[in-house]
């Protein structure tokens, strides 16, 4: 079973397929910061976020973005181009990031 859980209104869900689910409701996602309520628009915006919370940039691979968090074993990877950030990629970050970070329909 693959997918991705979804919180919503106090209810979980598995939605096996989240981007072409929400592409049948005309749905975007966004990335919200939760502290500044601020839309995760840029890698740049993203990383200054990510550094402040205490992750480190890779920089083994030239194709994505790496982070790692020492005190964990988590790694955030992330395609090169910000176009192809994807909510998989957004609900990755809100699952590492517990209550720092939400994933929002626009």
Do not use: C
């Amino acid at each position: 079973m693959s997918g991705v859980w979804v919180f919503k209104n106090g209810v979980v869900r598995l939605v096996e397929n989240p981007a072409a689910e929400s592409m049948e409701r005309g749905q975007r996602k966004v990335l919200i910061h939760v502290p500044t309520n601020e839309v995760i628009t840029g890698y740049d915006v993203l990383e200054q976020k990510l550094l402040a919370l205490g992750w480190e940039r890779y920089y083994d691979d030239p194709d994505l973005l790496q982070f790692h968090k020492r005190s964990t074993v988590h790694l955030i990877s992330l395609p090169r181009d910000f176009r192809k950030f994807k909510s998989m990629h957004m609900f990755d970050i809100v699952v590492k990031n517990r209550n720092m970070f939400e994933v929002r329909d626009t």
